[in-house]
């Protein structure tokens, strides 16, 4: 199970970090959302054999998505915020981008974009 971490209340267009800490090895990690009432749906992610990184449309020159390997942390570095982007964030490892197998899902952290 990996923690999530790094949320919180941001203003539209303004930025936030995101922290995923992982524990043995994996294929690859992925951010996925889930706002009110709508299903949860994949954002970003990072594949630890050749650091590619995929993002769905929506947040594509807004999103970034990294990796530190000595604190086995992978991050999502989310700018230019937008009111649609304030959903619960999860971190899971992946088989596949964007529909491969998940791995365990932790308690989420919440970001909220409003004036």
């Known amino acids: 199970q990996l923690v999530e971490s790094g949320g919180g209340l941001a203003q539209p267009g303004g930025s936030l970090r995101l922290s995923c800490e992982a524990s043995?090895?994996?294929?690859?990690i992925a951010w996925f959302r889930q706002a009110p009432g709508k299903e949860r749906i994949a954002v970003s992610c990072i594949n630890f054999s050749d650091s590619k990184t995929f993002h769905r449309d929506s947040v594509k020159g807004r999103f970034t998505i990294s990796r530190e390997d000595a604190k086995k942390t992978v991050y999502l570095h989310m700018n230019s915020l937008k009111p649609e982007d304030t959903a619960v964030y999860y971190c899971?490892?992946?088989?596949?981008?964007?529909?491969?197998?998940?791995?365990?899902w932790g308690q989420g952290t919440q970001v909220t974009v409003s004036s």
């Open positions: 043995g090895d994996t294929y690859a």
């Open positions: 899971t490892t992946v088989t596949r981008w964007p529909d491969g197998s998940q791995g365990s």
